[in-house]
Structure formats: structure tokens, C-alpha cells
């Protein structure tokens, strides 16, 4: 008797087990992804900066504001002075050259230019997770259209893509953290919506991830701004920028907070290197006397001219692999 049509494919092995994440390195070359926000930082992705800030004009300062806005806008910058582009680009060069000397491996994206003003600052358009990205919708229009392009780099390193954020749902990495392995927190805010908070929520249930919903008040854009992992179970806070109930949360997690001292809001935007070792913008003494004493290492870099663009040194950068802790 001959065999059924296409019977030789029983003879084909099944693919479907191991689990995806069992096999990630095997098939896709590396551990991609992040559990935390604290194991060892292997590698990184960053855009310089280019001319795209040349738009940004010095007789455009609107006082009421307290900045640069383009009546257009495309752009806004918390200086009275026009960008010193030599001094963003020295800024930012440094923060490359101070994470290699941290043993990071850093993937440097050249410039979008065009309207892109903002782009310089990787982590938005994407979040990492355990196995790789889930890329998110930008919540104004002036970054709208940076999302095809960091998709197609991110896939170009070799990083999974797990989801994308897409209908009216719009959300910012600069406003997920993973607190812990199997436990994330989503700050909802006037750029990251809730429609956005319902497609991550389903996309991180696929990989075991609970997702905590953190409202940020009046017109703050991330939690990054007020809430960061320094160690695995400590986090610099401004208390003033989180809602009560997430601070609760945080103690019932065993999660010790540590209060960063007022008027030094960049010093929340680090970047843990490995627990308990953390790089920090230049401008917050009071803040790393803190963290120090309390047993963190901190490494600063000058990176002033780089905030007044609106984010700092863990909102210019995108992890592609981190150990967990």
C-alpha cells in the first residue's frame, strides 16, 4: 500500500518543543532581552545626535512655557540658548566611551535627522524584555514615525521582536520598568495611554510577566523621571512624582526605597550597570552621597546639554541584552 500524500512529513522532528526562551541563543545567537533592570548590562543600543537640532531656534522662547517651543510642535528645549551641537555630540560620545569602559558593548545608529529631534533618545520607541523588544506607538506627534526605524535596527542587531503596539494605544519605554523577574510596572501618563497599558499587559502575559499599572501625575511623560533600580531589591525614588499606592506596593515587594534628594530629578535617569553599580549624569552631589552611603557605586558623566532636550542617560540608551541578576 502507498504511503498518504504527504506522509513523509511525520518523519519531520517537531519544532514546538523547547519553549522559545529555552532555545534563544541557539537559534537566535544570543541572550537576548532583560528579566530586570539590574543584572550585568552586556550590550546596548544608542543614536548620536546630528543636525536634526539646528531646527531648534533661540527666538523661539516662550516664557509662560519656560523653553524653546516650535509653534509647529515639532520640538521644544528647556534652555534660553539655541543646542551647542559640539557639546551634544562630545556629551553623548562620552556616554558611549564611559559604557565601554564598563565592559558594555554599545551598537551606535547614526543620526535620523529630518524632524526627528528627539531621537537621540533610544529607549522610547521600544521596551526590552525577557527575550526581546515589544516596540511601543510614540504618544506625540513629534516623534511619530521613529517607531519603523527603530524596529528595523532593532532586528538588525538580531533582537526579537515580540510585539508591537498598535490602534490607538500609545506607549514610551521611558515608562516601563521591570522591578523584578515576572513583574513590570507601566507608568500611564499624558504620553502612555490606557489602551496602550491593555496591549502590553496581554503581550507580556504571553511570557509570564505581570504588569503593575503605575498613574503619573499632571503633565509628567515616565516613570523614569521618578523611580529607578539601583540593586535588586533597592530603588532611588521622588516620592513626589509616584502615586502612594505604587510606594506600598513597593515595600510589600521588599523593594527599599531610597529618596533622591530635591531638585536633582536627572539623577533618577541612570542607568544600572550591575547591581549595585549605576551611571549618573553629572549635577545630583546630594543624590549620589546618598546612594553611596547606602553602599551604590556611581559613576557621572557630564550630560547636561543633553536634558534640556527633555531626557538623560537612561532615556538615551535601549538594552538589547542584560544577565539576569
Same mark, same amino acid.
Given at each position: 500500500?502507498?504511503a498518504?500524500p504527504d506522509a ?6 517537531s ?7 529555552e532555545?534563544?541563543?541557539q537559534?537566535?545567537g ?12 552586556r550590550?546596548v543600543m544608542?543614536?548620536r545626535?546630528?543636525?536634526?537640532l539646528a531646527?531648534?531656534?533661540?527666538d ?6 519656560g523653553?524653546l517651543v516650535?509653534p ?9 540658548e539655541?543646542p =551647542?551641537?559640539?557639546l551634544v555630540a562630545?556629551?553623548? #560620545? /562620552? !556616554?558611549v566611551?564611559a ?5 558594555? +558593548?554599545v ?7 529630518g524632524?526627528f529631534v528627539?531621537s537621540?533618545y ?5 521596551i526590552t524584555?525577557p ?12 516623534r511619530?514615525?521613529e517607531e ?5 535596527a ?5 533582537m526579537?521582536i515580540?510585539?508591537?503596539i498598535?490602534?490607538?494605544?500609545t506607549l514610551e519605554?521611558?515608562s516601563?520598568?521591570?522591578l ?6 507601566f507608568?500611564t501618563?499624558?504620553r ?7 496591549q502590553?499587559r ?6 509570564g ?6 498613574p503619573l501625575?499632571g503633565?509628567?511623560i515616565h516613570?523614569?523621571l521618578?523611580?529607578?533600580?539601583? =540593586?535588586?531589591?533597592r530603588?532611588?525614588?521622588?516620592? #513626589? /512624582? !509616584?502615586?502612594?499606592d505604587?510606594l506600598?506596593?513597593l515595600? +510589600?515587594?521588599g523593594i527599599?526605597t531610597?529618596?533622591?534628594a530635591g531638585?536633582e530629578e536627572?539623577?533618577l535617569?541612570?542607568l ?5 553599580r549605576v ?6 552631589p546630594?543624590?549620589?552621597e546618598l546612594?553611596e552611603r547606602?553602599?551604590i557605586?556611581?559613576?557621572t558623566?557630564?550630560y ?17 541584552v542584560?544577565?539576569?541578576?
Open positions: 500500500m502507498s498518504a513523509h512529513q511525520a518523519a519531520m522532528e519544532a514546538a518543543e523547547p519553549p522559545f526562551h532555545e534563544l541563543e537559534v537566535w544570543a541572550a537576548y532581552g532583560a528579566h530586570d533592570e539590574v543584572g550585568v548590562l550590550r544608542m543614536r545626535p546630528g543636525e536634526e531646527a531648534i531656534r533661540a523661539a522662547w516662550d516664557e509662560e512655557l523653553a516650535d509647529h510642535g515639532r520640538w521644544y528645549w528647556t534652555g534660553r539655541a =551647542d551641537l559640539e562630545a556629551q553623548h #560620545a /562620552g !556616554l566611551e559604557l565601554r569602559a564598563e565592559g558594555v +558593548e551598537d551606535v545608529l547614526e543620526p535620523l535627522g524632524g528627539k537621540v533610544t529607549r522610547d520607541p521600544s524584555v527575550g526581546g523588544a515589544i516596540v511601543g506607538r510614540m504618544g506625540v506627534r513629534m511619530r514615525g519603523p526605524h527603530v524596529t528595523r532593532l532586528a538588525g542587531a538580531g526579537p515580540l510585539g508591537t498598535t490602534g490607538t494605544g519605554g521611558g516601563f520598568t521591570k523584578r523577574p515576572g513583574l513590570a510596572a507608568g501618563s499624558i502612555c495611554n490606557h489602551e496602550g497599558e491593555r502590553l496581554a503581550l507580556l502575559d504571553l511570557i510577566v505581570e504588569l503593575i499599572r503605575v501625575a503633565y509628567s516613570i523614569d521618578h523611580f529607578a533600580m539601583v =540593586d535588586v531589591d530603588a532611588l525614588i521622588n516620592p #513626589a /512624582g !509616584l502615586p502612594y505604587f506600598v506596593t515595600r +510589600e515587594l527599599h531610597i529618596e533622591a531638585g536627572w539623577g535617569n541612570l544600572c550597570l550591575r547591581p549595585g551611571l549618573m549624569a553629572e549635577g545630583s546630594r543624590t549620589v546612594l547606602a553602599g557605586e556611581v559613576v558623566i557630564p547636561d546639554e543633553i536634558h534640556k532636550n527633555g531626557g538623560g542617560v537612561h532615556c538615551s540608551t535601549i538594552e538589547l542584560r544577565d539576569p541578576a
